[in-house]
Each structure stands twice: as C-alpha cells, then as structure tokens.
C-alpha cells in the first residue's frame, strides 16, 4: 500500500516536475535544492515499505502459528 502511495506520488505531474528539477535541472541551484529533498523523501518510502512488509510478514507467522 505504501510503495503504491509512492509511485502516485512520484508520477503526479508536480512530483515528476520535483524529479526533473533534482536531476535533470540546467541551474546547479535548483539541483542542489532539490536533490536533498527528494533522497530524503525517497528514503522515507523505502523506510516505511520496510515496515510495512516487516509488520505484514509478523502477521502472517503469528496467524499461522495460530494465535489470534
């Protein structure tokens, strides 16, 4: 769900102008701007899509042991 949420993100016209900015932009200064910004925000997906799978296969071991 939250990778999902991302690629929404990501490929929303103001976020695909975002990605362009950081690394595609001719000014040195927009790149610089805006390249923090999205490696930030990338890490963070990365980070909660981590959780999210490490929550879901806790769920799924605890389900089949049987407990509820």
Do not use: C, Y
Not at 18 to 40: D, M
């Amino acid at each position: 769900m939250s990778l999902l949420l991302g690629v929404i993100v990501a490929l929303h016209p103001v976020g695909l102008d975002f990605l362009h900015s950081a690394f595609f932009a001719g000014e040195q200064l927009a790149r610089n701007i805006a390249q923090p910004i999205v490696l930030t925000a990338l890490a963070t997906i990365v980070l909660v899509v981590l959780l999210e799978w490490l929550v879901r296969s806790f769920l799924v071991k605890r389900r089949a042991r049987g407990a509820s």
